[in-house]
């Protein structure tokens, strides 16, 4: 009897599933880069994108690229997949964070504060600005509008802070004047990562960008660690236990030699007196 696995349906077999904003974005990422190579006019490239935004499950995508190659291709394939690649633990899935409507463009610290973290979308282009108080911009659980966003931030006499995952790709651009823009953060991210552009002025204060974790993550590597610690005690008390054992068999050798030894004396304390006897 064989163990037969049933084939993974493809997105053209399920014509009807419902296709998610990220789903979108691949799509019309696939027709800006036609665009880009002369394979479609700008005509044809607007008619196409309201499609796809438009589009509601894959049956509805997938005519938009079908007679478009695949990125890289030399013949005409299909140019966007949708089958969803595991992740490896730990690791950003960005295709499901960038694409959706923005749900903030702005903030506003006017002798106060502002904050904008958790889960939210960030606009394509985003403006804060903060004057006698500070603001706090987290990127950490956020989704991107657009694959490229720019951060512009203006500071007078305050601070804005913008924390961004390990994984994003930050560019930091700016200009301080008795104040400082903070650029140390700056660096590539993972494949896949959208780009993020800080663009920073300060008078009299500060923009800073930090590269921290999330806190599912700062939680997962706490377990990492924990596990780690639960392994080594493990190991060390096996080590222990084998030490003792070993250290008992040798006392238990150690007491058998002295009994034949004290045997073995006995025994010729008897043949001597045996001997002295008429």
Same mark, same amino acid.
């Given at each position: 009897m064989t163990d037969e696995r049933p084939e993974r349906p493809e997105p053209n077999d399920l014509p009807e599933l419902r296709a998610s904003d990220a789903d979108r974005d691949r799509v019309a990422e696939a027709l800006r880069d036609a665009l880009a190579e002369g394979r479609l006019d700008m005509e044809e490239f607007d008619e196409r994108l309201e499609a796809v935004y438009a589009a509601r499950t894959y049956g509805e995508l997938a005519p938009i690229t079908r007679d478009l190659p695949g990125a890289g291709a030399a013949a005409p @394939?299909?140019?966007?997949? #949708?089958?969803?690649?595991?992740?490896?633990?730990?690791?950003?899935?960005?295709?499901?964070?960038?694409?959706g409507e923005a749900t903030s463009t702005w903030a506003l610290a006017l002798f106060g504060g502002f904050g904008r973290k958790g889960r939210w979308t960030v606009g394509e282009r985003f403006t804060a600005f903060a004057m006698f108080g500070g603001g706090e911009i987290d990127l950490r659980e956020a989704r991107f509008a657009s694959r490229d966003v720019v951060i512009n931030c203006f500071t007078i006499m305050g601070g804005i802070q913008i924390k961004v995952p390990p994984e994003l790709d930050v560019a930091?651009? @700016?200009?301080? #004047?008795? @104040? @400082?823009?903070?650029?140390?953060?700056?660096?590539e991210g993972t494949p896949g990562s959208p780009r993020v552009v800080v663009r920073g002025f300060a008078l009299m204060g500060g923009v800073g960008v930090d590269r921290r974790v999330s806190r599912e993550e700062r939680l997962r590597l706490k377990e990492e660690r924990r596990q780690d610690k639960l392994d080594r005690r493990a190991a060390h008390r096996e080590a222990l236990e084998g030490h003792h054992e070993r250290h008992a068999e040798r006392h238990h050798l150690r007491h058998e030699r002295h009994e034949e030894r004290r045997e073995r004396q006995w025994e010729r304390a008897e043949e001597r007196r045996e001997r002295r006897e008429p």
């Open positions: @394939g299909p140019s966007v997949s #949708f089958v969803k690649e595991p992740q490896p633990e730990g690791a950003v899935d960005w295709r499901a964070r960038i694409g930091v651009k @700016g200009f301080g #004047f008795m @104040g @400082g823009v903070d650029d140390r953060a700056s660096g």
